[in-house]
């Protein structure tokens, strides 16, 4: 059984302002008029808009096991696909992705693995746009590689920030082998 969810929410956050303590408007001078006027610029509401969603896939090794998208919008849509590998007890895990509009991007990226840990991989850049990449691994059986990224990206065009937490991995251990992506948008 192969189950894939996006689950998304939109928060509008309006902080209202509050006055200024001790401060009273009989008898307005210089100071209290300057006083007034800051505060009536603080008081417009400050809104901050922002997409929040979480995103997870987890499947089992299906034979022509289809693109299944954890993330279908934003700057950076992330996809899976979970086959079985080349020998029996392998997994083919492959990650989709699509870039609709050039990025530029810092990532940090950390292979999670039984002692000696490999250091994490960073790197920087920026991104063209793309139409759906494949990026496939064969895991062997036995086998749990599981990787922890961090991925900031900045919309080129319109200077818009996204931030994303990723868990992947697929294991081969165990009676119930399977591949999973899972993560937070920000």
């Not at 300057?34 to 997870?56: C, I, K, L, T, Y």
């Not at 499947?59 to 899976?80: C, E, K, N, R, Y």
């Not at 036995?142 to 065009?157: N, Q």
Request: charged letters at 15%; a neutral charge.
């Amino acid at each position: 059984m192969v189950t894939a969810s996006f689950l998304g929410t939109h928060h509008a956050i309006v902080l209202p302002s509050t006055p200024t303590a001790g401060v009273s408007m009989a008898k307005p001078d210089r100071a209290l008029k300057a006083n007034r006027a800051r505060r009536v610029h603080r008081e417009q509401p400050v809104r901050w808009d922002r997409a929040r969603s979480r995103f997870s896939f987890v499947g089992t090794p299906t034979p022509a096991d289809p693109v299944h998208s954890a993330l279908p919008i934003g700057p950076f849509q992330l996809g899976a696909s979970c086959r079985p590998g080349k020998s029996a007890g392998d997994i083919a895990f492959a990650l989709f992705v699509t870039i609709p509009a050039p990025l530029e991007y810092t990532q940090t990226l950390e292979p999670i693995s039984a002692p000696p840990q490999e250091a994490p991989f960073i790197s920087e850049g920026t991104e063209p746009a793309r139409p759906l990449t494949e990026a496939s691994t064969n895991v062997e059986s036995g086998k749990s590689p599981e990787t922890w990224g961090t991925i900031v990206l900045t919309d080129l065009a319109s200077g818009t920030t996204t931030w994303l937490q990723l868990w992947y991995g697929a294991t081969t251990v165990g009676t119930s082998p399977h591949c999973y992506l899972k993560g937070i948008e920000l």
